[in-house]
T-cell receptor
């Protein structure tokens, strides 16, 4: 079945640093989504991407849908302590709200 | 965005018992999804719940173990049957909304511990 490779698995950074994480898939995706999960909570949608090459920002977060439609990256600029959490990429190959395939997550730690 | 609630938020259960988890969406949705997140792991889809039809289960998940109900367009339940410690996980429901098409929103999850 389809798999998503997400890297890095974990990151330890200083407050104020920029962060970059990415996902690659074995299949072409029609949608890429980036989620953040805090301890004891469900994943919260950060950014949704629908078109190859699309670059979308949400505050200090920027994500891009790769030209090949098999990859996506998420950048966080000027990190702050509340950015701590697990970031998941997710995508699907079909339209109309079908189930998502998730990456294994990137655990972000920010020291102040 | 959709608002999704789940009950219970957490439970500790004995081996061999069953637990039913409820998921409520604040708008009508055609599809709802149930995921499992084992400790320290990513999310794995259990099944897709369509209103008015049988749920569709992913490989490795069966209806006898995880029966699902979908009585209307805003509600679904997942039962974890005959539990064992290996069932200890977070169980999450999600739903897309008409406005957001492919964007899925998640409930807060049910943290299950089986002793």
């Amino acid at each position: 079945g389809q798999q998503l490779n997400q890297s890095p698995q974990s990151m330890f950074i200083q407050e104020g640093e920029d962060v970059s994480m990415n996902c690659t898939s074995s299949s072409i995706f029609n949608t890429w989504l980036w989620y953040k999960q805090d301890p004891g909570e469900g994943p919260v949608l950060l950014i949704a991407l629908y078109k190859a090459g699309e670059l979308t920002s949400n505050g200090r977060l920027t994500a891009q849908f790769g030209i090949t439609r098999k990859d996506s990256f998420l950048n966080i600029s000027a990190s702050i302590p509340s950015d701590v959490g697990i970031y998941f990429c997710a995508g699907n190959v079909n339209q109309a709200g079908t189930a998502l395939i998730f990456g294994k997550g990137t655990t972000l730690s920010v020291s102040s | 965005s959709a608002v999704i609630s789940q009950k219970p938020s957490r439970d500790i259960c004995q081996r061999g018992t069953s637990l039913t988890i409820q998921c409520q969406v604040d708008s009508q949705v055609t599809m709802m999804f149930w995921y499992r997140q084992q400790p320290g792991q990513s999310l794995t889809l259990i099944a897709t719940a369509n209103q008015g039809s049988e749920a569709t289960y992913e490989s490795g998940f069966v209806i006898d173990k995880f029966p699902i109900s979908r009585p209307n367009l805003t509600f679904s339940t997942l039962t974890v049957s005959n539990m064992s410690p290996e069932d200890s996980s977070i169980y999450l429901c999600s739903a897309p909304t008409a406005n957001s098409y492919n964007e899925q929103f998640f409930g807060p999850g049910t943290r299950l511990t089986v002793l």
